[in-house]
């Protein structure tokens, strides 16, 4: 017999799988086979798979210890949840016009070739630095093991193509820190770990998230040593109080540094919004002070 290929998954070069780990064991060590080797074992005969990438969905997360070695080959992985009702609306519109455009069999339009797949990928491979993040990137595995996320030895190593497509994509030849939080799509096996992973991934980078934190606890102070500051008689003041409001002052300078600093690491628009706003704070407290140092 002769295996009809034509249109189906052994020519194409990228492949969709619903359900795919509802599929038998013998489909499932197939697409494994291909997933390793792009190879095709059909009886005697070795046909060559051109799959550049597989997507897969699932409505659960495998348990069954067979299905663990397909799983871990599904270098990405994100938790889709259901539409919040707010966007329900939006949701039966697009379903409509997506109807529509299968009545009229519309002629889909395709943004990128395979070849320009594969000359990203040399960009990729060949011109990305991603030495300076490899100590952090260490030490995050490390620190995800401790909170009991472990990452296979294959992740750890194919989660480096996926660091340097982040700073590809973000228009650099460097990887940055920022570009680990791609981790959050990769180091996650259960859903549980999601929130998770992204929650120690926002506390130990340098991400806007870790930095408005900064900001947060910043502003909490301030506004506690603005309330604390405008107790204060007028002057003249005892010479007890003038110290301690000299102290005050001086650790509001350095606090206005420090934010100063934070705007300037950080790079993102929301956390400068944020840390000019607490910067009018300081200013202000500075100035109440001197009002009442006389």
Same mark, same amino acid.
């Given at each position: 017999?002769?295996?009809?290929?034509? %249109?189906? =998954?052994?020519?194409?070069?990228?492949? #969709?799988?619903?359900?795919? #780990?509802?599929?038998?064991?013998?489909?499932?060590?197939? @697409?494994?086979?291909?997933?390793?080797?792009?190879? #095709?074992?059909? %009886?005697?005969?070795?046909?060559?798979?051109?799959?550049?990438?597989?997507?897969?969905?699932?409505?659960?997360?495998?348990?069954?210890?067979?299905? +663990?070695?397909?799983?871990?080959? =599904?270098?990405?992985?994100?938790?889709?949840?259901?539409?919040?009702?707010?966007?329900?609306?939006?949701?039966?519109?697009?379903?409509?016009?997506? *109807?529509?455009?299968?009545?009229? !069999?519309?002629?889909?339009?395709?943004?990128?070739?395979?070849?320009?797949?594969?000359?990203?990928?040399?960009?990729?491979?060949?011109?990305?630095?991603?030495?300076?993040? /490899?100590?952090?990137?260490? /030490?995050?595995?490390?620190?995800?093991? %401790?909170?009991?996320?472990?990452?296979?030895?294959?992740?750890? %190593?194919?989660?480096?193509?996926?660091?340097?497509?982040?700073? #590809?994509? +973000?228009?650099?030849?460097?990887?940055?820190?920022?570009?680990?939080?791609?981790?959050?799509?990769?180091?996650?096996?259960?859903? !549980?770990?999601?929130?998770?992973?992204?929650?120690?991934? &926002?506390? !130990?980078?340098?991400?806007?998230?870790?930095?408005?934190?900064?900001?947060? +606890?910043?502003?909490?102070?301030?506004?506690?040593? $603005?309330?604390?500051?405008?107790?204060?008689?007028?002057?003249?003041?005892?010479?007890?109080?003038?110290?301690?409001?000299? +102290? @005050?002052?001086?650790?509001?300078?350095?606090?206005?540094?420090?934010?100063?600093?934070?705007?300037? *690491?950080?790079?993102?628009? &929301?956390?400068?919004?944020?840390?000019?706003? @607490?910067?009018? =704070?300081?200013? $202000?407290?500075?100035?109440?002070?001197? /009002?009442?140092?006389?």
């Amino acid at each position: 017999y002769t295996r009809i290929t034509k %249109g189906k =998954m052994l020519e194409a070069e990228i492949v #969709f799988l619903d359900e795919i #780990f509802k599929a038998n064991s013998a489909i499932l060590n197939s @697409i494994l086979t291909i997933l390793n080797e792009r190879i #095709f074992y059909d %009886g005697y005969t070795e046909i060559r798979v051109p799959l550049w990438s597989l997507f897969g969905a699932s409505n659960e997360v495998p348990d069954d210890p067979e299905l +663990e070695a397909l799983y871990d080959r =599904m270098l990405l992985r994100h938790h889709v949840k259901p539409l919040a009702e707010d966007y329900w609306r939006d949701l039966i519109d697009y379903e409509w016009r997506f *109807e529509k455009k299968l009545l009229y !069999e519309e002629k889909i339009e395709p943004i990128m070739s395979i070849g320009d797949l594969r000359a990203i990928r040399s960009i990729i491979m060949e011109r990305i630095d991603f030495e300076n993040i /490899k100590s952090k990137l260490l /030490k995050m595995y490390s620190i995800l093991e %401790g909170k009991g996320v472990h990452v296979t030895d294959r992740r750890k %190593g194919k989660a480096l193509k996926i660091i340097a497509a982040s700073a #590809f994509l +973000e228009g650099r030849r460097e990887a940055v820190e920022s570009d680990l939080l791609v981790l959050k799509y990769i180091t996650p096996r259960d859903i !549980e770990d999601f929130e998770k992973v992204n929650t120690i991934l &926002n506390e !130990e980078l340098r991400t806007p998230y870790r930095y408005l934190k900064m900001l947060e +606890e910043i502003k909490i102070n301030v506004r506690d040593l $603005s309330s604390y500051v405008a107790s204060y008689p007028k002057p003249p003041l005892s010479r007890f109080l003038e110290q301690k409001l000299i +102290e @005050i002052y001086r650790d509001l300078e350095l606090t206005r540094e420090r934010v100063v600093s934070i705007i300037i *690491e950080s790079g993102d628009k &929301n956390v400068e919004r944020e840390g000019r706003d @607490i910067i009018a =704070m300081i200013d $202000s407290v500075l100035e109440n002070i001197k /009002k009442r140092l006389g």
